[in-house]
Each structure stands twice: as C-alpha cells, then as structure tokens.
C-alpha cells in the first residue's frame, strides 16, 4: 500500500484546512486509516482514526470539536482541521493497517506516508 498525502501549507491561526491521503496498491485488506502528526519537538501524535469498513472515527482531545477524518469508497482519507493553533504545527502523516483496532493501534500502523508540512502562524 503506498499513501500519498497533500494539502498542507502555511496557515494562519484560527483558518482551515483538509488533508488528503490517497491510498494505493492492494489496499483491499485495510481496515484502519489514521492520520498522526510530528512536532518540531520530536514528538509523534495520534491526531484522528477511522475505521473503512464502517463509521467508527476516533479523534485525540487536541482535535476534537474541530477537526474530521473521512474516507470514501477511491481509498481517500481526508482531514479537516479548523480553528487551527500555532502548536498545530506539524508534519501530518496518513497511516494504514489490515488490522483493527484502529485508535488503540497507535504508531503500529504497517503502512506510512511521507508526510505534509502544516505550519501556523
């Protein structure tokens, strides 16, 4: 599975933006989605997770409220963020897994992008 991300860029604070993974190869046996982002601090963060096969999404408490993850049926993920802080910043990578749970994976996803820059300022 090879996952492409795009739609990152400069932002500022309080604007939008949404994400997009696109998801190739034998995606057919993915089950979990997810999006995480890394921090200039190092820091690997579990940001939103959807499950493909029905409509279970899980979000971390820094999102909740104003961010949302969907996936449709091309094998697209996409992000929405909004109300977006200056320590949003961050690379965002997709994920993908043939294996459930899909929240309580956490970075034990098979399948990575390369990731996309959001930066806000």
């Known amino acids: 599975v090879q996952l492409v991300e795009s739609g990152g860029g400069s932002v500022l604070a309080g604007g939008s933006l949404r994400l997009s993974c696109a998801a190739s190869g034998s995606t057919d046996p993915v089950k979990c989605m997810a999006w995480f982002r890394q921090t200039p601090d190092g820091g690997r963060q579990k940001v939103a997770t959807?499950?493909?096969?029905?409509?279970?999404t899980e979000y971390a408490d820094f999102v909740k409220g104003r961010s949302y993850i969907s996936h449709y049926p091309n094998n697209t993920v996409y992000l929405r963020m909004g109300a977006l802080k200056p320590e949003d910043t961050a690379v965002y990578y997709c994920?993908?897994?043939?294996?459930?749970?899909?929240?309580?994976?956490?970075?034990?996803?098979?399948?990575w992008g390369q990731g996309t820059q959001v930066t806000v300022s």
């Open positions: 959807t499950y493909t096969r029905g409509p279970i």
């Open positions: 994920a993908a897994d043939p294996k459930t749970p899909c929240w309580n994976r956490n970075t034990r996803y098979k399948f």
